[in-house]
Structures are given as C-alpha cells and as structure tokens.
C-alpha cells in the first residue's frame, strides 16, 4: 500500500490522521491514491525486456495467478480468487479482454466507523463511505489526478456517477459483500438519502 505522507493533509494510509501545525488530529479513513497506488517492479530475465512499461492496471490480487503462469503451474479448480494473470503483459503482449476498473473495499477499525467501497476506472474514482454521512467522493481522475476537487455534488456528472455505482454495485453482489444488505446503509446519489 502507498502511504499519505502529508498528501490531503493526512499522515498514513487509509486510516490516516489529519495533521495541522505538526500535530496529529482525528482519523480520516480514505481511499486516495496516495494510499493504494505503489510501484509493480517486475524482472523477469529472457521474457520482460528491461524498461517495460505496463499501462493496464493491475491488482494485489493478479499476484497469485500471474506466479503461476510464470511457473507454469494450473491454477487449483477449488479456489476463488479474483485476480488475472498479468504474464502476457509483461511479455509485451496485448490481453484481447483486460479489466477496465479496479475496486476495493475498506473497513476501518482503530476507532473509526466508515465502510469504504470504491471503483477506479483510467479516468473516475467513486468512492462510498456507506455508513459516514456526507463523505462520498468522485474524481475526475484525467484532470484532477492529484484527487484535489471532490466533483460528488456536480450536476453534469451525475449520469456518470451513477453509472460507476452501478458498476459498484453489482461487483459488491459479486463477492457477497455484507454492505449490500446492511439497513444503515446510505445510497444516495445525489447528496440526499434514500428512501428506506
């Protein structure tokens, strides 16, 4: 994980302080890139040539599966996981289907209540905080990447918002995320609650 180091004025990662003057104040749990974007450094003799770049985004979670494919063992037929296998991306090939949005959930502990759920595409970020009222966050990643300007209550966006939480949704539905079915959850769309 990456780590705010004064980044949003937060010291730490997804459970950071807000720091002021030198001193830590309260937690502030987030998702920014500063705290889960960090460096894939691969060598790979004979296959990866030196000074590859790799654009597609990849995942934790592809470590698994892509070990595997470079010890050319099967993936075992009883376990579930999520990841992809990013071989054929460091052989300088061009997968026919890579994942076009990553996501991730947090649920901080260390005094805080807020269940975090985000999906990340090359150009937005949604992230929810489902059960922390008046936190939701959306960026425009290509113009904002530094994540500075919460765009969550602009009106022209708004379709696309709600088409990432959709998307959210059901990959939430996908791995029987408890926060489908909690009854505080809040799921506005446009700043104002839902009606239970």
Do not use: C
Request: aromatic share 10%; no cysteine.
């Amino acid at each position: 994980h990456g780590y705010n180091i004064g980044h949003h004025h937060l010291h730490a990662k997804g459970n950071a302080w807000w720091i002021a003057g030198g001193q830590e104040g309260p937690r502030r749990s987030n998702m920014f890139d500063t705290s889960l974007r960090v460096p894939l450094l691969v060598r790979w003799p004979g296959v990866t040539k030196p000074g590859t770049r790799v654009d597609q985004m990849v995942s934790l979670i592809d470590t698994f599966p892509s070990v595997l494919a470079m010890l050319n063992v099967p993936l075992p037929k009883d376990v579930r996981q999520n990841g992809m296998d990013y071989t054929p991306l460091l052989r300088g090939q061009t997968p026919d289907h890579w994942r076009d949005a990553l996501y991730g959930q947090y649920d901080p502990h260390n005094g805080l209540i807020d269940f975090m759920r985000m999906v990340r595409t090359d150009r937005f970020k949604l992230v929810r905080h489902y059960l922390s009222n008046g936190m939701n966050e959306f960026y425009d990643l290509q113009n904002d990447p530094g994540e500075l300007h919460n765009l969550w209550g602009v009106e022209k966006l708004r379709p696309t918002r709600a088409a990432l939480q959709a998307q959210l949704e059901a990959w939430e539905k996908s791995i029987d995320d408890p926060i489908v079915n909690d009854p505080h959850r809040q799921v506005e769309y446009d700043g104002t609650p839902a009606e239970k």
